[in-house]
């Protein structure tokens, strides 16, 4: 037995005109299929209309403040983590394109006299400084001297500071966005 | 589930970062995000959690939502698609049971017969919504739950509006046979209350 249209007039609760009501009635009289199907829908039709809202547990938005409070924190510290491992990342992808570049360019005796030549060089360069200190700290008034080795010192000092306090911050929250 | 001023107030006071504001939206729309969340897992302990990562993902994702629509439709969106991967990711459904006896309302006129007959008919459709597949199953709580339109639910759940008629057929039908042929006792309106299946 065909059971359309009755099947989709019984279960999608269309409008029906008087003529369709009297089709069904008709075969809802033949057929123990569709009546029971028409039973069934309304039973399910009736308990859908007395659906209820299950609501949470008391305390549901303080919950959620704190769990936002440890999502943003781990957040900043995933991000903080993100940007240290790329910045590594691309130190280590730079040195081993020099390494690369001075291996297809030079031989190995040519680099070793150029890391002792660089050496000797930065040796002879702090010699230099080392003497031209000297020299500054001779010429200088004493007073002018302890003064700006007073000033040199805290500025070093506080620049160290910064630098230390920024990269912590950096490592334990990210960077802040909006 | 009207969208009021305040309503816009609070939205836009929480698009600029203010937590305040969005801590006012969680507390008005906690119990449909919930509701919609224990529905589709069936589960407390689940549907808190999805609840709670919903309005996660709606604080993050607030930058994107347009005034212009249905607040409580994108939350409920977020909520239907967070529950539908959690759905088919779990193998064993879970019904908790205890939780559907405490949600219905107590009868002004019970007699004992009558509210524990109640009482079995709504977990027994709440065991055949549970049954249902994951996105027939989101999609008759929005209309059923929600009173969501064709359209709503399509755009909820990213599907074609004539996808979503024809998932609401199939579903009406297999509940409607399911309840039929699974508790003939309690569900045939011809007979009487007293009367023997018998006749």
Redesign the interface.
């Known amino acids: 037995m065909n059971h359309q249209p009755f099947e989709t007039w019984i279960v999608d609760q269309i409008v029906m005109s008087a003529d369709q009501r009297s089709e069904l009635e008709a075969h809802l009289l033949v057929c123990q299929q569709c009546i029971r199907l028409q039973h069934g829908w309304q039973s399910v039709n009736r308990q859908f209309g007395a659906r209820q809202m299950v609501a949470p547990t008391p305390g549901f938005t303080q919950r959620f403040m704190v769990n936002l409070e440890q999502r943003r924190v781990e957040e900043q510290r995933t991000q903080a983590r993100k940007f240290l491992f790329f910045l590594l990342l691309g130190i280590i992808g730079l040195s081993v394109l020099l390494a690369g570049g001075l291996v297809l360019t030079s031989s190995p005796a040519d680099w070793l006299a150029a890391l002792l030549g660089s050496f000797t060089q930065a040796v002879v360069s702090l010699a230099r400084v080392e003497r031209w200190l000297n020299l500054v700290v001779q010429i200088l008034p004493p007073a002018v001297s302890i003064g700006f080795w007073i000033l040199f010192t805290s500025t070093l000092s506080l620049m160290g500071l910064v630098w230390m306090t920024s990269l912590w911050r950096l490592s334990t929250q990210g960077a802040q966005t909006k | 589930l009207v969208v009021d001023t305040l309503e816009i107030t609070w939205l836009l006071q929480a698009k600029q970062?203010d937590?305040e504001a969005f801590?006012r939206l969680?507390?008005q729309y906690?119990?449909?995000v919930?509701?919609l969340c224990?529905?589709m897992l069936s589960s407390?302990e689940e549907?808190?959690d999805a609840?709670?990562e919903t309005?996660?993902r709606a604080?993050r994702s607030l930058n994107k939502y347009d005034v212009q629509r249905s607040f409580i439709t994108w939350l409920l969106s977020i909520a239907a698609h967070y529950c539908i991967d959690q759905y088919r990711r779990r193998k064993v459904p879970v019904v908790d049971m205890d939780?559907f006896a405490e949600?219905?309302?107590p009868d002004p006129s019970p007699t004992p017969e009558k509210e524990a007959g109640r009482l079995e008919?709504?977990r027994f459709?709440h065991r055949?919504v549970a049954g249902l597949p994951a996105q027939d199953r989101a999609a008759v709580i929005m209309r059923?739950?929600y009173d969501f339109s064709d359209e709503e639910i399509a755009r909820a759940l990213s599907l074609t509006v004539s996808a979503v008629k024809s998932r609401?057929?199939r579903t009406?039908?297999r509940?409607?046979?399911?309840?039929?042929?699974s508790?003939p006792e309690?569900?045939?309106?011809?007979r009487t209350e007293y009367e023997s299946p018998a006749f």
């Open positions: 970062g937590n801590t969680v507390e906690q119990t449909p919930y509701n224990y529905r407390v549907a808190e609840a709670q309005f996660w604080y939780m949600e219905t309302l008919e709504q459709l055949l059923y739950w609401l057929h009406r039908l509940l409607a046979q399911m309840w039929q042929s508790q309690i569900v045939d309106p011809e």
